[in-house]
């Protein structure tokens, strides 16, 4: 069936050829596997899809820039204002808290 459509469009074997080498598809088991290759090679600029098995969309693995200026109001609605006062009584709390090296063990958690 699939050679049907090749034959009405002549374009489309090219097409699909050349979207198959410019991009990397995979299931989310085979990308599970070896995720930290995958993310590597998505940060290194390759072009990595995910197949989401459910709808057959394939998902992107792209590298996107996080800031983080705008997280607490993002996240929980605190305006800069209200957080650099949040910010403020925090290290004034912490001031007087008494620090202590952990050495790994349980024990040293209980203080």
């Known amino acids: 069936m699939p ?11 090219r097409s699909l050829r050349l979207y198959s080498v410019d991009m990397k598809t995979l ?8 995720l930290g290759n995958w993310l590597q090679r998505a940060a290194n600029g390759e072009d990595i899809g995910i197949v ?9 693995l792209r590298p996107v820039e996080v800031y983080s200026d705008d997280f ?3 996240e929980y609605g605190i305006e800069p204002e209200e957080m650099e006062g949040i910010a403020k009584n925090i290290i004034k709390k912490t001031r007087n808290e008494k620090v202590t090296r952990w050495d790994g063990t349980a024990e040293s958690l209980r203080g």
Do not use: D, E, M
């Open 3 to 13: 050679w049907q459509v090749f034959k009405a469009f002549p374009l489309a074997p």
């Open 72 to 74: 607490a109001f993002t």
């Open 52 to 60: 989401h098995s459910a709808t057959g969309k394939i998902i992107a």
């Open 27 to 34: 299931t989310a088991t085979k990308a599970r596997q070896n």
